[in-house]
C-alpha cells in the first residue's frame, strides 16, 4: 500500500485584507461626518447677569486694582518703579500704598530662576511690613 501524502499539493490560504480596509475605512468616515454634525448644531443661548453697582463704584473698583508690583531680580535687587531699592524704602512704599489703597494688592515678581527660600524671604518681609495681600509673579527674564 502506498500512502500519498496529501499536503504536498496544498497551498497555503492567504487572506486579503483590501476588502476589510475598505470597510474600515467607510465606517472611519461615516463617524467622523456625524461627529461633525452633532458639535457644529450645539449652540448654548446663556443670558448672562446683569450688575446693579453703579458707575461711582465701578470707578472705585478701577482705582483700587492699581497694585503695587515689587519685584525681586536673579541677583536679589528689589526692583519697585524700575529702580533698585533697599527693604527700608520698601517698607516705607509699602505702607504708603496701603494707607492710599486699603484694599490695595501687591504683586511681587521674582525671577523664575531663584530658589524659592529667597521668594519665600522676601514674602515673609513683606508681610510684616503690612503686605498681607501678596501675590507672587514669576517671570522668565
Given at each position: 500500500?502506498?500512502?500519498?501524502?496529501?499536503?504536498?499539493?496544498?497551498?497555503?490560504?492567504?487572506?486579503?485584507?483590501?476588502?476589510?480596509?475598505?470597510?474600515?475605512?467607510?465606517?472611519?468616515?461615516?463617524?467622523?461626518?456625524?461627529?461633525?454634525?452633532?458639535?457644529?448644531?450645539?449652540?448654548?443661548?446663556?443670558?448672562?447677569?446683569?450688575?446693579?453697582?453703579?458707575?461711582?463704584?465701578?470707578?472705585?473698583?478701577?482705582?483700587?486694582?492699581?497694585?503695587?508690583?515689587?519685584?525681586?531680580?536673579?541677583?536679589?535687587?528689589?526692583?519697585?518703579?524700575?529702580?533698585?531699592?533697599?527693604?527700608?524704602?520698601?517698607?516705607?512704599?509699602?505702607?504708603?500704598?496701603?494707607?492710599?489703597?486699603?484694599?490695595?494688592?501687591?504683586?511681587?515678581?521674582?525671577?523664575?530662576?531663584?530658589?524659592?527660600?529667597?521668594?519665600?524671604?522676601?514674602?515673609?518681609?513683606?508681610?510684616?511690613?503690612?503686605?498681607?495681600?501678596?501675590?507672587l509673579l514669576l517671570r522668565?527674564?
Amino acid at each position: 500500500m502506498r500512502f500519498r501524502n496529501r499536503h504536498s499539493n496544498s497551498q497555503i490560504p492567504e487572506v486579503n485584507l483590501v476588502p476589510l480596509m475598505d470597510v474600515l475605512m467607510s465606517v472611519l468616515t461615516f463617524f467622523i461626518i456625524i461627529s461633525m454634525t452633532l458639535t457644529g448644531q450645539q449652540v448654548l443661548k446663556v443670558t448672562l447677569p446683569t450688575s446693579s453697582v453703579s458707575t461711582i463704584d465701578k470707578n472705585k473698583r478701577l482705582q483700587q486694582t492699581n497694585p503695587l508690583v515689587v519685584g525681586l531680580t536673579l541677583q536679589e535687587e528689589i526692583i519697585l518703579d524700575n529702580q533698585s531699592v533697599n527693604s527700608g524704602k520698601l517698607a516705607d512704599r509699602i505702607s504708603t500704598y496701603l494707607d492710599q489703597n486699603p484694599q490695595g494688592k501687591i504683586i511681587l515678581s521674582a525671577d523664575r530662576k531663584l530658589p524659592y527660600a529667597k521668594i519665600s524671604a522676601l514674602l515673609k518681609q513683606m508681610g510684616k511690613m503690612g503686605g498681607d495681600r501678596v501675590s507672587l509673579l514669576l517671570r522668565d527674564q
